[in-house]
């Protein structure tokens, strides 16, 4: 066998591996474990390029393609992972044939084809570039399924939070989160899913945001530093934020001004698989400033003892913070 040879042959069991990987994580049943082994072997250059083949081959195929997968979802989870040796071997089929015939980054892919779909667990991000060339940073814990078309570059961000920067096209670039829906067609922003709702951050350029209580045709356009926070299905006042403490989470930074402790706590939280609780209800309403390393719990438990009569009570992956007594 040539050298030649040999390495289209490994690319091949790459590109099999690839296929398999991807009809795996939209299994219904596909969780943290399932998602942490296909990071492990997505580290190995080769393998993440083997994986980026076949999310492009597949933005080009129709949903009959595919249909093998639709397939497994409507199947009982018991039985989904029976079917998936056979939805992998037509993800194989379908993406092999299609790589051979493009290059490069994926083409915009039919509005009726299956979106393709990202995500990060607890304490991850996650920068990924879109086949439009607008990029989208995953925050913690966050999820999005991406479904492009000639008629627009929809994104759904069903969970957590997000920063575009869009690439400028006629094709609107759409996000949809929550209760809102956020247009714009050459932009920097960020969209955030809360309990509540939605929250949305422009950073620079402009979007329209629309949300189901708005009246028929209502937008709320967006100017750099404004933000908008969709709560029951409603617009609330546009306010202005300090931009570099907003967006600092994509450099690992979280910046507090003049918060509610239970607040600062509820957004430490996410970053990490260690808990901090704050019961006390006096305690919790305790104003703070400062900037904290996401995911760095001890530190901030730390830097809290130093201005408020606090301690820390640990037990497992909880931290509870109490008065300290006299």
């Known amino acids: ?62 949903r009959s393609s595919l249909a093998a997968h639709a397939a497994v979802r409507a199947r009982p989870p018991q039985r989904a992972r029976v079917w998936l040796g056979a939805v992998a071997a037509a993800v194989v089929m379908a993406a092999l044939g299609a790589a051979t015939l493009f290059s490069g980054r994926a083409a915009q892919p039919p509005a009726d084809t299956l979106p393709l779909v990202y995500a990060t667990s607890v304490g991850e991000q996650r920068l990924l570039e879109l086949a439009d060339g607008s990029s989208v940073r995953l925050n913690t814990a966050s999820r999005i399924e991406v479904a492009f078309s000639a008629q627009e570059r929809l994104v759904r961000l069903t969970g957590g939070q997000a920063f575009f920067e ?16 956020t247009r714009a067609l050459g932009t920097a922003f960020d969209v955030f899913v809360k309990a509540e709702g939605a929250q949305v951050t422009l950073l ?13 045709g209502e937008l709320t356009m967006l100017e750099p530093g404004d933000r908008l926070v969709i709560s029951g299905g409603k617009a609330q006042p546009v306010v202005q934020v300090d931009l570099a403490a907003a967006l600092s989470w994509r450099t690992g930074i979280l910046q507090f001004a003049d918060v509610r402790l239970a607040d600062a ?57 109490v008065l300290a007594s006299d």
């Open 166 to 181: 869009v690439e400028p096209d006629a094709v609107p670039f759409v996000v949809d989160a929550a209760a809102s829906r």
């Open 204 to 216: 620079e350029g402009s979007v329209s945001v629309v949300s189901p209580g708005s009246a028929a």
């Open 1 to 62: 066998m040539t050298g030649k040879m040999m390495v289209q042959g490994d690319h091949a069991s790459r590109v099999k591996a690839a296929a398999r990987w991807y009809a795996e994580l939209q299994a219904p049943e596909a969780g943290a474990e399932t998602w942490d082994a296909f990071r492990a072997w997505e580290r190995h250059p080769a393998n993440a390029a083997a994986f980026r083949e076949i999310e492009a081959a597949l933005s080009t195929l129709d």
């Open 265 to 321: 706590v509820d957004e430490l939280n996410r970053y990490s698989g260690t808990r901090i609780v704050v019961q006390d209800p006096a305690l919790a309403e305790e104003r703070l400033s400062g900037s904290f390393k996401a995911g760095d719990q001890e530190m901030f438990v730390s830097a809290l003892s130093l201005f408020l009569p606090v301690e820390a009570e640990r037990s497992g992956n909880t931290i509870q913070i």
